[in-house]
């Protein structure tokens, strides 16, 4: 599949051209972002009408929040998406540990109300998740305070191989928890 996050300017200038080509060249699978000013009903027509799905998508970490969780669930739905990925984490939601603890729980928390419609929710690596505090990265800390039941961990291989981390030794250690893979040359 491919990441329609590294197309946002092909998708800003002609969404549908993009999808189109998408599917010319031989992809099956998106991994979804953004709405491209269209409903969810008309992006997902615009995907089969192209023999192609939308497993996952990256999304807004508030959108997790409990007042925005059922919106979200339901665009993902519609969708067909199967996880919601945190694709970032602003500067100021991440200084601490305890930061990526909060982190876990809430991906949990929204993790346990999209299980009951079979979706799960997720994290996106860059490189700034192997900064360290103490003994452990805030992966590691995400890791640990996170369900692995509802919430996957998606690992950005280059992000991940940029911040001095062997993205196959991450694979051995945390192959339990990363159920996706985004690999890229830079």
């Known amino acids: 599949g491919v990441q329609l996050y590294m197309l946002?300017?092909?998708?800003?200038?002609?969404?549908?051209?993009?999808?189109?080509?998408?599917?010319?060249?031989?992809?099956?699978?998106?991994?979804?972002?953004?709405?491209?000013?269209?409903s969810p009903a008309d992006l997902r027509r615009l995907l089969d009408a192209n023999g192609l799905s939308a497993p996952s998508a990256h999304i807004d970490p508030k959108d997790l929040a409990p007042d925005r969780l059922p919106a979200l669930l339901d665009a993902a739905a519609v969708m067909g998406h199967k996880s919601v990925l945190v694709a970032w984490t602003a500067p100021e939601q991440r200084k601490t540990?305890?930061?990526?603890?909060?982190?876990?729980?809430q991906l949990s928390e929204a993790g346990r109300t999209a299980s009951n419609v079979g979706i799960t929710t997720g994290y996106?690596?860059?490189?700034?998740?192997?900064?360290?505090?103490?003994d452990r990265t805030a992966l590691e800390i995400l890791i640990?305070?996170?369900?692995?039941?509802?919430?996957?961990?998606?690992?950005?291989?280059?992000?991940?191989?940029?911040?001095?981390?062997?993205?196959?030794?991450?694979?051995?250690?945390?192959?339990?928890r990363i159920t996706m893979l985004h690999l890229k040359d830079s």
């Open 8 to 38: 946002r300017a092909a998708m800003r200038a002609d969404a549908e051209g993009t999808i189109r080509r998408i599917a010319e060249l031989g992809y099956r699978e998106i991994e979804w972002w953004g709405n491209w000013s269209q």
């Open 97 to 105: 540990s305890d930061d990526w603890k909060r982190l876990g729980a």
């Open 124 to 134: 996106h690596n860059h490189d700034f998740e192997f900064v360290r505090f103490g």
């Open 144 to 176: 640990a305070e996170s369900d692995p039941r509802v919430v996957d961990i998606e690992l950005d291989c280059f992000w991940a191989f940029k911040a001095g981390q062997d993205p196959l030794a991450m694979l051995k250690q945390h192959g339990d």
